[in-house]
């Protein structure tokens, strides 16, 4: 008889397990932010740091109960994971570059230096303060868009549904966010998603975070802390400032940034078809989300 929890090993499904893994992360977190808002004068980067903390805390105690390590989620800390890291960073800010590249050849806009940034020099602490702003919310949103909850929802719906869901679920989740009207709330979301899968195939190829999260954090920081732009509807102060021309929002983004654009929909696209994997590493990937 189907039992919908448990498999025929007895043990709980991989979706149930992802289904508990998200109710757990969700009911922890919301009693960090009731504890720390009962703190006075508490910084905002409390809440992305307890936020942090609950998603590793969460994710080892669901590893242990399969008896698995902390590293098999992807977060084995070797010169491997470095240099995966180092790549990310820099293939995020060359999606950035290549789309703001693109606009700009259509007129989108002209960059200028922003009122009162500090000369080229001392620029660099500008560059690496936007960078620690931006490293904690992208291991946030890796390990909550590609760590446990999506391996598990691998192992249950497959590689490719699994990677669709958690790449609409990363799309819904900046539903909310600052510039999302029109049709910039269209091409952020269709964005947003291509992101997502984008951020997926980059776990996929190498089974670890790393890359994924090195290219999120690269990709916020070039279109925030470098350009200027929004950043999903924020808007960071960079070293940079863009100064839009008369175009639509559907180019150019708006305030949401460069990713409620035409140019980052193709840019996302040609790096998807990039990252797909083809024969041998289908296969490839396909045994290790076996086993993993």
Not at 192 to 211: D, Q
């Amino acid at each position: 008889m189907f039992n919908p929890l448990l498999g025929t090993t007895k043990e709980l499904r991989p979706g149930v397990r992802a289904l508990l893994f998200y109710l757990a992360v969700s009911t922890v977190y919301a009693l960090v932010v009731w504890l720390l808002r009962s703190v006075p004068g508490l910084p905002a980067a409390a809440y992305p740091l307890g936020l942090l903390a609950v998603l590793l805390l969460v994710s080892r105690l669901a590893l242990a109960l399969e008896s698995l390590p902390l590293s098999s989620l992807g977060l084995r800390l070797d010169g491997a994971f470095a240099r995966d890291y180092v790549r990310g960073l820099l293939a995020g800010t060359a999606i950035i570059a290549l789309t703001a590249l693109g606009l700009y050849g259509l007129g989108g806009f002209r960059l200028v230096r922003t009122p009162g940034a500090p000369p080229w020099l001392l620029g660099a602490g500008t560059l690496v303060t936007g960078a620690l702003v931006y490293l904690v919310p992208a291991l946030n949103e890796e390990l909550a868009f590609r760590g446990y909850l999506f391996q598990r929802l691998e192992q249950s719906l497959g590689t490719w549904a699994g990677l669709a869901a958690m790449s609409a679920l990363f799309a819904l989740a900046h539903l909310a966010n600052p510039g999302m009207a029109g049709t910039t709330e269209i091409l952020a979301c269709l964005n947003i998603f291509l992101a997502g899968w984008i951020l997926g195939l980059a776990y996929l190829r190498t089974r670890s975070l790393a890359l994924p999260m090195g290219l999120h954090l690269g990709w916020n920081w070039a279109q925030g802390s470098l350009l200027g732009f929004g950043v999903s509807g924020t808007e960071p102060r960079g070293l940079f400032t863009p100064v839009f021309q008369a175009k639509p929002l559907w180019l150019t983004g708006g305030r949401f940034g460069l990713e409620g654009g035409l140019p980052c929909t193709i840019v996302c696209l040609i790096v998807c078809l990039i990252l797909a994997p083809r024969g041998r590493d289908q296969k490839a990937n396909n045994i290790n989300s076996t086993i993993t």
